[in-house]
Structures are given as C-alpha cells and as structure tokens.
C-alpha cells in the first residue's frame, strides 16, 4: 500500500520538490493502472502457504478478468508480480551500469526493442 500511496503522490506531483524526476516518470506512464495493480498485488499472501509467488499472480489474475481487463494489461499485471522479486535482487544486489546485466534481465522476462512486455 505505502508503494501504491506513493506512485499516486508522484502522479499528482505532491513530490514534485523532492523527486523531480520520478514526478515526471510516473506521470509519464500510459497505463498507469497495470503499474497501479502490479504494486498493490505484488506482496499479496506474503509470509503466508501458498507462497507470494503463486498467491499474488493468482489474485491478479482473478481480479483483472473481474473487472474485465485488457488481456494485455491483465498480463503485464502478473509479469510484474511475478518479476519483482527479481527485480528486487538486481536493484538492491547488483550493478545497475552493467549493460550486460541490464540487457540478461531484459531478455529473460521477455523484454526487448524499447523495453515493451511480451504478452505471448
């Protein structure tokens, strides 16, 4: 919740001061509720059996055919759920300067030319 309580701030430019340029990639997404729905079901079921990995992807999915969800939203919603434990790992354990890092982790959850998710 503090995460999606944050995107929302940078949106509406409350941290605009402090953080010019998250301000200003935030307010840059096109599709702000798949980032939106990515934060809040990305912890889901922590510390609980099953685990995050099945639980939260699981939920997002029921939720986004609940509300009738783009299928191609719905999938970049679990791609990210599925994703950030992993991008977790890099960010805060690795060299983000390294191209070939960057590149791997492109590759590996399917992205590529622009950076754009692969929903197949």
């Known amino acids: 919740m503090f995460a999606l309580q944050r995107f929302m701030r940078l949106r ?7 953080e010019p340029e998250l301000t200003r990639i935030a307010r840059a ?11 809040l079901f990305h912890d889901l079921g922590k510390g609980s059996v099953p685990t995050t990995a099945r ?6 999915c029921a939720y986004a ?5 783009d299928p191609g939203d719905a999938a970049d919603v679990e791609w990210l759920v599925l994703a950030h434990l ?14 070939a890092l960057i590149e791997s ?16």
Not at 105 to 120: E, M, V
Request: hydrophobic share 40%.
């Open 65 to 69: 055919q609940r509300i009738a969800m």
């Open 86 to 99: 992993k991008m977790s790992h890099l960010s805060q354990r690795r060299d983000l300067e390294d191209m």
């Open 105 to 120: 982790f492109a590759g590996s959850c399917g992205l590529s030319n622009g950076w754009r998710c692969c929903t197949s």
């Open 55 to 60: 639980a939260a992807p699981s939920s997002s």
């Open 29 to 39: 997404q096109q599709r702000p509720l798949v980032l939106m729905l990515g934060l």
């Open 12 to 18: 509406a430019g409350a941290l605009s001061d402090a």
